[in-house]
Nanobody, 126 residues
Framework: QVQLVESGGGLVQAGGSLRLSCAAS????????MGWYRQGPGNQRALVAA???????NYADSVKGRFTISRDNAKNTVYLQMNSLKPEETSVYYC????????????????????WGQGTQVTVSS
């Protein structure tokens, strides 16, 4: 089993900053992609940012220049630095990882399985 645990959410004023963290643990051989999604009230879950094992990144257009995703492969942890936050970005933020499961000390599954964290609330006040 694999667990993803987010932290760092909270209440911030518009224009402020927050840093989210997500640590993956369990039977992990490797993680191909880690990312952040968000889901506001009445909205579908949408990609915010993602990063691959070689540190290439992808951002939603709405957050480019304000959010930065980074990753510590040794710790199986992904971060999201969010600056200049806007009230409309109030959402539950979810961490996602595509994981190859450990089959032994030196081998992993060829299939990558998608796991989600439980979500962390980010509230931006105006």
């Amino acid at each position: 089993q694999v667990q993803l645990v987010e932290s760092g959410g909270g209440l911030v004023q518009a224009g402020g900053s927050l840093r989210l963290s997500c640590a993956a643990s369990g039977s992990i051989f490797s993680i191909k992609t880690m990312g952040w999604y968000r889901q506001g009230p009445g909205n579908q879950r949408a990609l915010v940012a993602a990063t691959t094992a070689d540190s290439s990144t992808n951002y939603a257009d709405s957050v480019k220049g304000r959010f930065t995703i980074s990753r510590d492969n040794a710790k199986n942890t992904v971060y999201l630095q969010m600056n200049s936050l806007k009230p409309e970005e109030t959402s539950v933020y979810y961490c996602n990882g595509k994981v190859s499961l450990a089959l032994g000390p030196y081998s992993g599954s060829t299939t990558y399985y998608k796991y989600w964290g439980q979500g962390t609330q980010v509230t931006v006040s105006s």
